[in-house]
């Protein structure tokens, strides 16, 4: 049973930053496209950023240039660096594969932006 495990949420001040991760267990993550996605209460679930096997990464126009994908693989975990946080990110932040299986969804990491 594959699970998926973000943290590095937190309460953060504009302007700000944090990294989160995402562990994943099972042995699927060496062989996937992994991304994380973001969910405002009453919204759809919106696309971040996602990274290939082979290191190729994209980001959602809102994120690019402040936000930062990455990936350990000896690790099985996948990072979001996230710079200069604005308040339209407040959100809870999920990763799972690209695109994403629903099944793997977890709990994710709130992030709170505060003006």
């Known amino acids: 049973q594959v699970q998926l495990v973000e943290s590095g949420g937190g309460l953060v001040q504009v302007g700000g930053s944090l990294r989160l991760s995402c562990v994943a267990s099972?042995?699927?993550?060496?062989?996937?496209?992994m991304g994380w996605y973001r969910q405002i209460p009453g919204k759809q679930r919106e696309f971040v950023a996602r990274?290939?096997?082979?290191?190729?990464?994209i980001y959602a126009d809102s994120v690019k240039g402040r936000f930062t994908i990455s990936r350990d693989n000896s690790r099985n975990t996948v990072y979001l660096q996230m710079n200069s946080l604005k308040p339209e990110d407040t959100a809870v932040y999920y990763c799972?594969?690209?695109?994403?299986?629903?099944?793997?969804w977890g709990q994710g990491t709130q992030v709170t932006v505060s003006s």
């Open positions: 099972g042995s699927i993550f060496s062989l996937d496209n």
């Open positions: 990274m290939a096997i082979g290191g190729l990464t």
């Open positions: 799972n594969l690209f695109p994403p299986a629903s099944q793997y």
